[in-house]
């Protein structure tokens, strides 16, 4: 999240308890919290400080001052073959499994490194479906899931880095949408569970409440592979700077977000939401979708992309099934960074990025 550490007890009291759970202890009942009648009643309020506000000396401890920078290039690894499998998705989960293997391979023949599934490309995409096609991953090191197991022996008979898209899952009776990330010998390297759910309501054109369903995860994925270093989003994860800003702070050279934008929001969000988080973070940024099917119940944009530090589109697609491939030249972000040096300009005497998990 992103802070303005100062020594005010306003903003101090911000920053460590929420404006939502401030506002609800200071302010009295009845006191209409607009702009104005909150500045003036902040500044009626008495200003000794509680023994449980946070100083700003303690909290700048909390405070990034500096980004990590990415692991050093491997000679042989600094430009990636990257192919986003935009899979056609159907009900049968088998047939899914066989069209994502297809393009798996097809994707390995062609030189491909590091691999990318699509967003739930195991099952259509709906609420009444996840809990149908929901894998029980108890070990994931040892699942029987059969869609878990496919990516793993994907990953290790083609020698590639398999970014597994997402698949409904399912852990303790609870449903959560999971990415896996496979090495070359099909070993996982990391899984992570959808952060932000996509609960939206547009009048007239779509209305979508994956809460009813699914459960938030719980934290940030980074994964070390041969390749670089890899931050994993999903979907509406997207449109959340924050978290794309803490992963670049965590070293991160390659974000990934398997998403299935609508083609209500995708064609004036889904390429634009991109660029700005590639441009932002100066890092790369991959989104893989599923094809579109207009006879379906939720009608994917498509669209699969590839995007470089500097906001270049180096590779996308139409909405049908296909792959996408980039070449993506490692080096660019170190030539990015030192042309304009975005992380040594920030005025980290005005605001911070708060890691809660570091």
């Known amino acids: 999240m992103l ?16 404006i939502t759970s401030f506002i609800s202890q200071a302010v009295p009942r009845g006191t209409h919290a607009n702009t104005m009648g909150w500045v003036d009643f902040m500044r009626r309020r008495p200003r000794e400080q509680p023994a449980t506000v946070a ?26 073959k990257a192919a986003l499998c935009q899979v056609a998705v159907g009900d049968d989960k088998a047939a899914n499994i066989r069209r994502a293997g297809s393009l798996i391979a097809e994707a390995a023949r062609q030189g491909a ?46 020698g590639i880095v398999l970014v597994g898209g997402s698949i409904p899952t399912r852990r303790n ?5 999971t ?3 496979f090495d070359k010998t099909g070993d996982l390297l990391g899984s992570y569970s959808k952060l932000h759910l996509f609960d939206i309501d547009i009048p007239g054109k779509i209305t979508f409440k994956e809460s009813d369903t699914l ?13 670089g270093r890899i931050g994993l989003g999903i979907c509406y994860d997207i449109r959340f700077p924050e978290l794309a800003a803490l992963y670049a702070a965590r070293g991160v050279q390659i974000l990934v977000y398997p998403g299935a934008f609508n083609t209500t929001t995708g064609p004036l969000h889904w390429e634009l939401l991109q660029r700005a988080r590639a441009v932002d973070n100066q890092l790369f940024v991959l989104t893989c979708s599923p094809a579109r099917d207009e006879q379906g119940g939720y009608v994917a944009w498509g669209h699969s992309t590839a995007v470089d530090p500097f906001a270049n589109v180096l590779g996308t697609r139409d909405e049908t099934e296909g792959i996408v491939f980039a070449d993506l030249d490692l080096t660019e972000i170190e030539t990015r960074r030192s042309n304009m040096p975005l992380r040594q300009q920030r005025r980290r005497d005005l605001y911070g990025l708060l890691d809660l998990e570091g």
């Open 179 to 181: 990415c896996f990330v």
């Open 173 to 177: 009776d609870k449903l959560y949408n």
């Open 55 to 80: 100083t700003s000396a303690a909290l700048a401890k909390n405070v990034t001052e500096s980004a990590v920078d990415p692991p050093p290039l491997d000679p042989n690894n600094k430009i990636v």
């Open 215 to 227: 459960t938030g995860g719980e934290g940030l994925t980074v994964v070390d592979t041969e390749l």
């Open 113 to 158: 490194r590091l691999v990318v599934l699509p967003e739930i490309w195991n099952s259509p995409y709906s609420n009444d479906s996840f809990p149908k096609y929901a894998e029980e991953i108890a070990d994931e090191k040892t699942s029987g899931a059969p869609s878990y197991e496919f990516m793993s022996r994907a990953a290790k008979e083609h």
């Open 3 to 18: 802070v303005a550490p100062t020594r005010s007890l306003v903003r101090e009291s911000f920053i460590r308890s929420g």
